[in-house]
C-alpha cells in the first residue's frame, strides 16, 4: 500500500462512511447497493473493492450466478427492472466523462425510484467512485478484505 489513507487521514475516512451510513439507511436494498458497488469496482478496476463486495453481497444471500454476471448485466436475465436502471445508473455517472456510455439513463431510474432513492443512489455511486480511486490510486491489497463480525 502506498499510503494507508485509513490511518492517515481518518476524518476524511469518517466522512465517507458518514455517506455510506446516509445512503444504507434510505430505502434501497442492501442486494441492490452490493450489485452497483460491484459494478462501478469493475468498471474502475478496483480489484479491492470487488473482493470487498463479492464477499459482502455473497454474506447477505446475494446467489452466485446474479454476482457473476454483474459485468454482463445488459444481457442477463437475472436482474430486475429496477436493478437495471441503477446499473444502468451506475455506469451513465461512472464513465459520464467518456465517450460511448448511454445517453440519458435518468428516465430509467426516474421510472422505478422516487426522488428520495435517486439521491440515494446517486450519493452510493459517488462513493464507490471515491473508494475505488482511493483503493487503487494508494493500492489497497487486493484480497486482504476480511468482513467484520456480525453485531
Not at 460491484?38 to 454474506?59: E, F, P, V, W
Amino acid at each position: 500500500m502506498r499510503v494507508d489513507y485509513r490511518h492517515v487521514f481518518p476524518r476524511a475516512v469518517q466522512a465517507m462512511l458518514g455517506v455510506e451510513a446516509a445512503v444504507h439507511a434510505s430505502t434501497l436494498e442492501p442486494e441492490l447497493l452490493e450489485l452497483v458497488k460491484i459494478r462501478a469496482s469493475q468498471l474502475n478496476r478496483c480489484g479491492y473493492c470487488l473482493d470487498m463486495h463479492t464477499k459482502d453481497a455473497a454474506a447477505i444471500g446475494v446467489a452466485p450466478q446474479r454476482l457473476h454476471l454483474v459485468a454482463a448485466w445488459t444481457e442477463a436475465p437475472v436482474y430486475s427492472e429496477r436493478e437495471r436502471a441503477a446499473l444502468a445508473w451506475c455506469e451513465y455517472l461512472t464513465l459520464m466523462a467518456s465517450p460511448g456510455g448511454p445517453d440519458d439513463p435518468y428516465d430509467l431510474v426516474a421510472a422505478e425510484f422516487d426522488p428520495d432513492e435517486i439521491v440515494a443512489l446517486t450519493l452510493a455511486v459517488i462513493a464507490i467512485n471515491g473508494w475505488n480511486r482511493l483503493a487503487v490510486g494508494l493500492r489497497s491489497p487486493v484480497g486482504s478484505y476480511q468482513r467484520p463480525a456480525p453485531a
